[in-house]
């Protein structure tokens, strides 16, 4: 195979060959004029710069000399959509064209993997680029271990280089509740306190949670949060033991069980509780979507979780929202009124019976996007239930056919998970994440006929540059021929 660009998640349209266009000490960039591409153009410089070293003035709305302009502009081109842009690379300019400003944000990321770590010459290229699903997900469990505003943004930053927009949080669980919430303070101060094996724990406090939220849309990252419900709930019930069957104050849980904890349904504290809650986690986001969660409720009797359900979701749709739950929720009935995440590679029966419902789904398949499981038996980290997933694992799957009765026509997108039982640091995090989230991205981006796995191989095997550049942790899988 000949070199190929190292580009992932791999273009709709690309055309290579042309002459290089040559990054140097006269290079500026020139955004259209208005606020958003100007941030755009100083985020890409910002980039750049760190990578090249050279000073890449931004003039807005500049007649730049010759051979020395990256510019960004905003054009009317329905075909693009939203997300997407072409990317012109001659030795006379760089062009990045979208018909809107998140375009021009995915135009500066397929540019800055055209000079992994400091090359000046960008090769030529042409690129017509729009995704294949709107929705490009990765999911951080903050509740097993708690992580802060730092490591969230440095997340936020690594996966949207990889075209990832929807960052998944997982604000609470049995181990911790990581969320302030004013009306119900005890969730956060008590509620917050350990995680898995002990230790501190902690939450994000409101005005953090509003940082991240605008650093990921500075980022065209939208922010989906998860409060957990009716299981997963212990630390809730340590905070507010009313709201639990017995009433008794539970023991917080610093272990790795599942199944063991519910909210109690019929009562009318644990109504006032979640209408609160959500209602409120609802206000502090400002991206269109709220979870709830609703995976291995184990310990709600059946009825009364179809009942919760009914009851919730239409909580979170008065508060402006569409609610995101984990698969069990059809067991509901809401039909199209609940997003569904199926995840259980063990029941896909029940993604079908979403679809049928005419529900939407977000395809998270354990055996193929937990990042949590380990890459082989005797990797250090992470969990093994749904099997271990290495990079072709990640790769090797259609969102459009992994189940019978989900196509194509259903499917909002596709999310990675990260649950962090086992993970405890940012380094845990990252070599979890890489090199296995640029092969789910590359599913979510890419039509299904421009993917190849030895293709990707080839093309992911220069990331490692990108990632040392970045100083990301990763793991060398040896499904990859990688540059050392
Ligand atoms: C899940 O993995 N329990 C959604």
Redesign the pocket.
Known sequence: MTTELSLVPWPAELETGGTPFVLDDSTVLVPDPGAEPTRLAEQLAAHLRSATGLPLPVTPGATPQANAAVRLALITDESLGREGYELTVTAEEVVIRAAAPAGLFYGAQTLRQLVPAGDRAVPGVRVRDVPRFGWRGMMLDIARHFFGTADIERFIDLVALYKINVVHLHLSDDQGWRLEIDGWPELARVGGRGQVGGGPGGYLSKAAYREIVAYAAQRYVTIVPEIDLPG?TNAALVAYPELSASEQPPEPYTGTR?GFSSLRVDSPQTAKFVRAVLTEVAELTPGPYVHI?G??ALSTPPDDYVRFMRDTVPVVASSGKQAVG??EIVRAGLGPDALV?Y??TRQPEQAAEAARAGARLIM?P?AHV?LDMKYHDDWHLGQDWAGCVDVHDAYGWDPGTLVDGVDDTVVDGVEA?L?TETITTMADIEVMTFPRLPAVAEVAWTPQARRDWDHFRARLAGHVRLWQALSVAFYRSEQVDWER
């Open positions: 997963h599942v969660g995976d291995e984990w698969q995440q995840w259980n998270s354990a937990y998970a649950w």
